[in-house]
């Protein structure tokens, strides 16, 4: 073990921390608003509704994240009318593309968290709102959504550190995340163990980070449902 | 505009010839090649796996405080990291150290080990990280009354797991072991990235050659999707045998 190499290009492995804390924070925010739609139809009863959203998350959940990766990056290139749109300026960074690769990949996993968690609530505080009268977006907005979003806080923290260790995959289309960056210096150090280990406490140590968050969240969000304490 | 009406006939020939798998430009015998690869490497790594998650989950709960130890840093570290970074290290990281051994013996010339190896090594620890959690939670959940009873009738320890916990375990842990495959089978997609002959990297060499990367990802998506809906159908036949015994209320 060297620890000046580690020493010396610790820097540079927070640099690449850092976009990849970007990476993960741009893309569980965008993912999760995206779930939301795609959950509340894939809960849907009627078939029609319900048919897309399945297909979409089963596409996403069905095939590797490095695929998707590469079919946005590379694939979507192919075509000229992407080439000569408005958009290309940014399909072009891969910056851009792992975040949408990310978004697209992200949002399928919440959209069925979320349909879990719809489909788990008590069909008695279905009723009873149905009973006071209310409509049903008011229903949604009011009852179902705040107690389905309850139960998915648990569930959405693993999803986030599964993206969290996801946006690795990012390095593969040339972008300096941390494992990116990583790679960069073992280029040019020839030392795998040291930048690679480093690499890995870091990751463990933002895992633990997005861990204590959601425990924080879960105890914030879920306050009614602990028991009294004496 | 006319880039689109080209496109739009390249999507119909699309259609109308690739996906039916006739012969993906002459790529489609690699691709094959391709899936029994990821195959072999997704069944090797979920057997060697297994047994981590045996031997992890059995330390968890073994009254050595160090075994519980080292199987607790063991799931934090290797749930904690991502499974490209354990590729990488395992496929580079045991070069360097392999050299080092090696030169302590005087052997002096460059030290490789195969992609395979190595993606079994980092895709299994992984598997057996989380399998660890599975098969823990699986063997809480009998109850404790029933390995008393064994050892009462005068069983041995190792019997008691054999004959008692072992075949309990494995039902109530496949539901979870199931979602963990269908986890592992994607992740065999990383090991493409240190040069196995995967369905990712034949797509990737068939893209090299045709510059039609849209064509042969899609393909590949395909293909994994398939393996996926295979898994899911024989993960489903498992569990309905091993419940065959149980009576639901």
Not at chain 1, 9 to 36: C, D, H, K, N
Not at chain 1, 44 to 60: D, E, H, M
Not at chain 2, 178 to 201: C, H, Q, W
């Amino acid at each position: 073990m060297d620890f000046e190499v580690i020493v010396e290009y610790f820097p540079r492995l927070l640099e690449g921390a850092w976009t990849t804390i970007q990476l993960v924070l741009v893309s569980g925010i965008v993912g999760s608003l995206m779930a939301v739609p795609i959950g509340l139809a894939r809960h849907s009863g009627v078939f029609w509704i319900r048919a897309l959203p399945y297909c979409y998350i089963f596409f996403f959940r069905g095939t590797p994240l490095l695929v998707q990766i590469f079919l946005v990056y590379y694939g979507v290139s192919q075509f000229e009318a992407v080439r000569e749109s408005m958009f290309w300026p940014y399909l072009r960074e891969p910056y851009w593309c792992a975040i949408i690769a990310f978004c697209l990949n992200t949002s399928a996993y919440t959209a069925e968290i979320l349909r879990g968690a719809l489909a788990a609530i008590p069909k008695g505080e279905v009723e009873a709102s149905k009973v006071l009268g209310m409509r049903k977006s008011l229903m949604y907005r009011r009852v179902l959504l705040p107690r389905a979003f309850g139960m998915i806080v648990p569930a959405y923290g693993n999803e986030i550190i599964l993206m969290l260790k996801g946006s690795a995959l990012a390095s593969t289309i040339t972008l300096l995340d941390l494992t990116g960056m990583a790679r960069t210096i073992i280029a040019r150090t020839y030392t795998p163990i040291e930048i690679f280990l480093s690499a890995g406490v870091i990751y463990l140590a933002l895992s633990m980070l997005v861990i204590w968050v959601f425990r924080w969240v879960e105890r914030r969000h879920n306050e009614y449902l602990r028991p009294i304490e004496n | 505009m006319v880039g689109l009406v080209a496109d739009c006939i390249y999507l119909a020939d699309f259609w109308s010839r690739g996906l039916v798998m006739i012969d993906l430009r002459g790529f489609g015998h690699q691709l094959w090649d391709g899936t029994l690869m990821t195959l072999e490497l997704a069944v090797v790594s979920l057997v060697v796996g297994l047994l981590l998650g045996l031997l992890g989950a059995s330390a968890k709960l073994s009254n050595i405080g160090l075994a519980r130890a080292a199987a607790n840093a063991y799931t934090t570290i290797l749930r904690g990291i991502p499974e490209l970074l354990t590729v990488l290290i395992i496929y580079f990281g045991a070069t360097s150290v392999l050299m080092v051994v090696g030169s302590w013996f005087g052997y002096d010339e460059y030290i490789e080990i195969s992609p395979f190896i190595a993606g079994v090594a980092a895709l299994s620890l992984a598997f057996g990280a989380y399998a660890t959690e599975v098969f823990r939670g699986a063997m809480i959940a009998i109850p404790k009354g029933q390995a008393e009873a064994g050892r009462v009738l005068g069983m041995s320890r190792i019997r008691v797991f054999t004959r008692i916990t072992l075949p309990q375990v494995w039902r109530l842990a496949l539901p979870g072991l199931g979602n963990l495959f269908l986890v592992l089978l994607k992740d065999t997609a990383l090991v493409s990235v240190i040069g196995l002959e995967d369905i990712m990297r034949k797509a990737n060499v068939a893209v090299g050659f045709t510059k039609e990367p849209f064509l042969f990802y899609m393909a590949a998506a395909f293909i994994y999707l398939t393996l996926t809906i295979i898994s899911m159908v024989g993960i489903s036949i498992l569990e309905k045998r091993n419940s065959r015994g149980l009576v639901r209320g």
